[in-house]
């Protein structure tokens, strides 16, 4: 069963900095791209970043672009996010999802800006 | 980047009715490989995003079969046969033809 388990959230004052994690299970990680997404409170989903299988290849929102790094580590079945710069726009739920079919989506990490 | 558009925002429907969302696409969404990565998601109020379908018509398991999915290149459907409560919640499609994956902006189900 595919299984993903996002943590590393928390509250954030502008300005700061957080790292998010998604631990893998389940399924062959080094296989599948991955992506986080995030949910702002009352919204709609939202892409944030994607980066291929083997990690040469990401790619962000404009929103996000130039301070938030994705990155994985295919030995630890775990995919990060590094958040910079944080805004109070950034407040959301961060989850992180797998592939083009996004089969799985687990419970989300909650990122709170503000001072 | 494809963009998802899901009309209507709000859909009102009675217990034991039929309910039915639609989702355009700005492009095909027929990948190379020749799948159509069109998926439904389901979120329930205060859960976490759930996957329906995948692959435009793929039901997931444990998925009852009151739903279904339907649709080619840049038209998409899914529909309910008779919504239950327990159906309640918003719905969104998410294409992963082509990066970035982008949702609509999600179909709000409540009971009339």
């Known amino acids: 069963e595919v299984q993903l388990v996002e943590s590393g959230g928390g509250l954030v004052q502008p300005g700061g900095s957080l790292r998010l994690s998604c631990a893998a299970s389940g399924f062959t990680f080094s296989n599948f791209a991955m992506h986080w997404v995030r949910q702002a409170p009352g919204r709609g989903l939202e892409y944030v970043s994607v980066?291929?299988?083997?990690?040469?290849?990401?790619y962000y929102a404009n929103s996000v672009k130039g301070r938030f790094t994705i990155s994985r580590d295919n030995s630890k079945n775990t995919l990060y996010l590094q958040m910079g710069s944080l805004r109070g726009d950034d407040t959301a739920v961060y989850y992180c999802?797998?592939?083009?079919?996004?089969?799985?989506w687990g419970q989300g990490t909650l990122v709170t800006v503000s001072s | 980047d494809v963009v998802m558009t899901q009309p209507p925002l709000s859909l009102p429907v009675t217990l034991g009715q039929p309910a039915s969302i639609s989702c355009r696409s700005s492009q095909s969404l027929v990948h190379s490989d020749a799948n159509t990565y069109l998926n439904w998601i389901q979120q329930r109020p205060g859960q976490s995003p759930r996957r329906l379908i995948y692959k435009v018509s793929n039901r997931d398991s444990g998925v009852p079969d009151r739903f279904s999915g339907s649709g080619s290149g840049t038209n998409f459907t899914l529909k309910i046969s008779r919504v239950e409560s327990e159906d309640v919640g918003v719905y969104y499609c998410v294409q992963g033809s082509h990066w970035p994956i982008t949702f609509g902006q999600g179909t709000r189900l409540e009971i009339k």
């Open positions: 999802a797998r592939g083009r079919t996004t089969p799985a």
């Open positions: 980066i291929s299988s083997n990690g040469d290849n990401t």
